[in-house]
């Protein structure tokens, strides 16, 4: 194993958001020099405690700054190899502020920019995911016009966001005797643990395969379609459930606002 001091120090931005603390993790324990840009305010956040605290015991520092301070930005650059953004939709379109950070600061060896979710070149979504993938193609396209080194990361599908409750409208468990399910459940998704996407990600950070590339995590047993699940449920409990379809028609329209 390579030593802390030969691997690349690291910067987070978004790390306390929900995939965020995944990634922060996996890198502490993996020996990178960590660090996580904060504001004042979340490090006294009642709210952010918890998550906090466990940084705290990973050994992350906390560097103070904030995405619209372009100076604090470049500063906390200046102390690390690495920057991974793991900011949430509703932030993606402010990562412009991260390149231009990037580029002030000179010597940034690689960007990751927060993805994680699919490949938005190649996906053909509807709304309202489409606004979020178009901003995601806008970024990527920034970062390659700088010339800022990157890696990007698709995933696909949180397994512990989607899986925790079998992606139903209501209720925070797995459906016992009812389950709504899109379409017709053939199509196939891809369902990464949130520990395996931190891992995966913190491991393509020093691969120079991985330089200018994005890195595709679908382990083959990770494949499944949704009906493919809630058969898996439907043992695990001994009882088959009540399985209600929605057209691909409704759920277009539903999506609509119809």
């Known amino acids: 194993m390579a030593s802390t001091s030969s691997k690349s120090r690291i910067l987070f931005i978004g790390g306390t958001g929900y995939i965020g603390k995944f990634v922060v993790e996996a890198s502490a324990k993996s020996g990178h020099p960590t660090y996580a840009l904060v504001r004042e305010s979340t490090l006294n956040s009642p709210r952010r405690s918890q998550i906090v605290h466990s940084f705290k015991s990973l050994g992350v520092n906390f560097l103070i700054g904030d995405l619209h301070d372009h100076g604090s930005l470049v500063e906390a650059m200046k102390q690390v190899d690495v920057v991974i953004s793991t900011v949430g939709h509703g932030m993606l379109s402010e990562q412009v502020k991260i390149i231009a950070a990037i580029k002030e600061a000179g010597n940034v060896k690689r960007f990751f920019p927060s993805e994680f979710g699919n490949d938005v070149d190649r996906v053909e979504a509807v709304e309202p995911a489409k606004s979020a993938y178009d901003v995601k193609v806008r970024i990527r396209r920034a ?86 699940l809630v058969g898996l449920w439907e043992r695990k409990i001994g009882k088959n459930l009540e399985r209600v379809y929605i057209p691909e028609e409704q759920v277009l329209k539903l999506t609509r606002g119809q």
């Open 143 to 228: 970062v390659e016009a700088a010339g800022i080194p990157f890696t990007y990361v698709s995933c696909n599908s949180f397994a512990g966001y989607f899986l925790s409750n079998l992606a139903q409208p209501s209720g925070d468990v797995p459906p016992r005797d009812r389950v709504i399910i899109l379409g017709d459940g053939n199509a196939k998704a891809i369902y990464n643990r949130e520990d395996d996407i931190g891992t995966y990600t913190i491991r393509a950070v020093d691969d120079p395969r991985t330089l200018n590339k994005l890195v595709y995590v679908r382990p083959p047993k990770n494949i499944y379609s949704f009906n493919d």
